[in-house]
T-cell receptor, first 109, second 114 residues
């Protein structure tokens, strides 16, 4: 069963613009993770935010977490063509990572 | 280099012909897992293993088997593949799934059963 749900399903932006995607989850969490998947390839871990954190930065990535609303957002600033990928939020629970359906981001040159 | 290696990357097989997809990790991770990814359904866990000789079912285990005889290897076995098992498969590993640790994924195996 999916724990996280990403929104929007797809996003198309111009190179240099910011991309924002959201994730909602259902149960309490210890942490929330974001992963990137380039077309048909394996997922790569981007960033982890703990339940007692509200915001975290890593390079051009900014993640927020609102445990009261059970939601998280991922912001990619100054997007590049190489950011074209699918992005998934994931929460660890019951001996697995539960993934949302993902947001597909297309960065146009 | 830390990595999870899956083989093969691509496989086309016929219904009923047993196959094994191998997965190996070089990070001494206790936890390993198999997922399948289908359009519109996201990633769903098939089986997981907490350590050697400890395996358990995930969300969609039917039609699959696994074994964990060594810490580094976690093969996925399809005894009698069917067309509904056509999918993109990923192996993942991490130290412990509930801690603040990231999961490492293999590059995926695209399986087509005809």
């Amino acid at each position: 069963s999916q724990q996280g749900e990403e929104d929007p399903q797809a996003l198309s932006i111009q190179e240099g613009e910011n991309a924002t995607m959201n994730c909602s989850y259902k149960t309490s969490i210890n942490n929330l993770q974001w992963y990137r998947q380039n077309s048909g390839r394996g997922l790569v871990h981007l960033i982890l935010i703990r339940s007692n954190e509200r915001e975290k930065h890593s390079g051009r990535l900014r993640v927020t977490l609102d445990t009261s609303k059970k939601s998280s957002s991922l912001l990619i600033t100054a997007s590049r063509a190489a950011d074209t990928a699918s992005y998934f939020c994931a929460t660890p629970n019951d001996y697995k990572l539960s993934f949302g359906a993902g947001t597909t981001v297309t960065v146009r040159a | 280099e830390a990595q999870v290696t899956q083989n093969p990357r691509y496989l086309i097989t016929v219904t009923g012909k047993k196959l094994t997809v191998t997965c190996s990790q070089n990070m001494n991770h206790e936890y390993m897992s198999w997922y399948r990814q289908d359009p519109g359904l996201g990633l769903r866990q098939i089986y997981y293993s907490m350590n050697v000789e400890v395996t358990d079912k995930g969300d969609v285990p039917e039609g699959y088997k696994v074994s964990r005889k060594e810490k580094r290897n976690f093969p996925l076995i399809l005894e009698s593949p069917s067309p509904n098992q056509t999918s993109l498969y990923f192996c993942a590993s991490s130290h412990i799934i509930r801690g603040d640790t990231e999961a490492f994924f293999g590059q995926g195996t695209r399986l087509t059963v005809v």
